[in-house]
């Protein structure tokens, strides 16, 4: 089946620092990615859609210059969350959707984020 | 937009006995529903699917309903064993855009 691979799993580090999560997409072509952030007990909160080689689509109160998205390719997409804070702590999960339509979302296994 | 509202948040069950998530979805044009099954610090993950040309979708001990004029669709989970315990979200696709349920906490009591 479709499988997403999403790195790192887990990372930890200071507050200022800058962090890359990448999300690959290993045996197709995901025209369309998209990234969620997901706290404790909640569901799937949709923070941008990234479809490759253009801008990124923000949802509402998702800071643009604080989570930047990069999908530069069909089977990449990153996402860099700029001078991180401890409130950025959370959990982080790509999907990559195929290029064929209704076609499902495959999600990577998160990347845990904490911030001292 | 869409509204897929999922009941209920938790559910137990004993062992052997079967368990039932419902969604409702508030958008006619939706015609695609997936289903995710999310285990504690994983990814979600893909466990059936249903287009609006089909009622019903079963997968061994999994099975989906859709009922489009009711504009709701169902999670049905026979002989449940303790690795089903886990959180499942539903979900209703609508010109490509996903739009998911709140969750539901499953634990299979032995």
């Known amino acids: 089946g479709a499988v997403v691979s999403q790195h790192p799993s887990w990372v930890i580090c200071k507050s200022g620092t800058s962090v890359k999560i990448e999300c690959r997409s290993l045996?197709?072509?995901?025209?369309?990615m998209f990234w969620y952030r997901q706290f404790p007990k909640q569901s799937l909160m949709l923070m941008a859609t990234?479809?490759?080689?253009?801008?990124?689509?923000?949802e509402q109160g998702v800071e643009k210059d604080k989570f930047l998205i990069n999908h530069a390719s069909l089977t990449l997409s990153t996402l860099t969350v700029t001078s991180a804070h401890p409130e950025d702590s959370s959990f982080y999960i790509c999907?990559?959707?195929?290029?064929?339509?209704?076609?499902?979302?495959?999600f990577g296994d998160g990347t845990r984020l904490s911030i001292l | 937009g869409e509204n897929v509202e999922q009941h209920p948040s938790t559910l137990s069950v004993q062992e052997g006995d079967s368990a039932v998530i419902k969604c409702t979805y508030s958008d006619s044009a939706s015609n695609y529903f997936p289903w995710y099954k999310q285990e504690l610090g994983k990814g979600p993950q893909l466990i059936i699917d249903i287009r609006s040309n089909v009622g019903e979708k079963k997968d061994q001990r999994i099975a989906v309903t859709l009922n489009k004029t009711a504009k709701h669709f169902s999670l049905h989970i026979t002989e449940t064993q303790p690795e089903d315990s886990a959180v499942y979200f539903c979900?209703?696709?609508?010109?490509?855009?996903?739009?998911f349920g709140t969750g539901t906490s499953l634990t299979v009591i032995p």
């Open positions: 990234s479809n490759e080689g253009s801008k990124a689509t923000y």
């Open positions: 999907s990559a959707r195929d290029r064929a339509v209704n076609q499902p979302q495959h």
């Open positions: 979900a209703a696709s609508i010109f490509h855009q996903f739009y």
């Open positions: 045996d197709f072509q995901a025209t369309t």
